[in-house]
């Protein structure tokens, strides 16, 4: 089998498969452009119907993982090096969540799936299958050159990864706006159904859309990195990088000893105190609702109100199980409340107060001190390791590495 893989062969693969994707992008935007038919057939101008077909999240990210197998090809053969890991990681989490919001999501619609042509099933499982399985293949051949540590992601590249979507979902809001108020077809507007705020209960379904993609952004993201520390350690065993593997490991179960600060202990209380009250407010909102209404003199809807509740309900209650956990000196708890802490940021009943507390808990939970000589004394006291592995690690070479290095 390895005669199939040499680094020449591997270069001819790639080339095929660029040309190959190139050739179908062009066909799938001559022809959405030409068709007469669906959603097209309602956009008499060249121009609307060049608007449309780029406001899909779909398109964006399958141009996306072209242009990067374009910038890999030109970075392996002049360079001989791979794009950044965040670049890498980044489009993989996009197309991976073209793929599964389409066919967890919009397949399910009846008349989307019975409506389709047969090229428009060719195109659609192009899009959304053969593409994004091409692109986490890639992902995974590539994957395991350097570990990458979790506790810096939440920092600085995690943002930026989720800054596209973030950028993409606005915009694509203005622009069905601008369309709204030009009076152009509903069915027009914004480009996936659960966008749609003008429809009935359609902020309801906006917020459940927007937290949905938000927290597949953020799970994806950990995913992949964990698939890369995976392949990782099993590259360096294999090289017989014992020592190499064993120092990570150290570094990793040091966290565990990790001494919980007095900020640390504010933010977990202040959490469980704010998800306790968020979920008695949800029960007792929607009980109580044509009161609540009468008394805020605010006319609601009833399926709006049991979204909300329902959204804020599940984020306060996983708030809760990891601020207790949090509690007990786990690190990946605290991570967990911080990022639960700022999807309550956007859903909160205490009005003002309750996203200022989630803004202080997030801050807190996602700016963890490092650990400590005396967190690294805490692990030592409990693993007795060889004497002169402890010379190793004493000298802060484990530190050093968790500070300096990914």
Known sequence: MKHFFTDRKLLIYRIIGIMLIFAFLVCDFILALKTKSGIYGQLPSF???LSHYYSYFTTQTNYLVFVYFIFYLFQKKFKNTKPDFII???????????????????????????????????????????????MILSYIVTAGDTFYKF???????????????????????????IRHIDHQPDNTLFPYFFLNFYVTNGFALLAVGSVLIF????SFQYFYIWINNLFYFRKQIKENNITK???????????????????????MILAIVVAIFNIIFSVLYYVYRDMWSKILNFPYQKELVLAFSIIISIFSIITLVFAILGL????????????????????????????VFDIVIATLCLNNHKYSKADLDAYLATHQQPLKYKAKIIPNKIIAFDEDEK
Not at 104 to 128: K, P, R
Not at 328 to 350: D, M, P, T
């Open 47 to 49: 121009l609307e119907r």
């Open 88 to 134: 890498r990681l980044m489009v993989t989490v996009y197309i991976t969540m073209t793929m599964l919001v389409f066919w967890l999501g919009l397949a399910v619609q009846g008349d989307i799936v019975t409506n389709m042509s047969v090229y428009e099933w060719i195109s659609t499982f192009i899009l959304h299958t053969i593409i994004p399985i091409a």
């Open 151 to 177: 506790e810096i992601h939440h920092k600085t590249n995690y943002w930026l990864i989720c800054l596209y979507p973030t950028l993409y979902l606005i915009c694509i809001l203005i622009r069905g706006y």
């Open 215 to 218: 927290t597949l952004c953020t």
């Open 245 to 267: 593997v064993d120092q990570i490991k150290i570094m990793i179960n040091i966290k565990k000893h990790r001494q919980l600060d007095q900020k640390g202990k504010v933010a």
């Open 328 to 355: 007990k000196n786990l690190y990946w708890a605290r991570i967990v409340v911080g990022f639960c802490s700022i999807a309550l940021v956007c859903f909160n009943w205490i009005w003002i107060l309750g996203p």
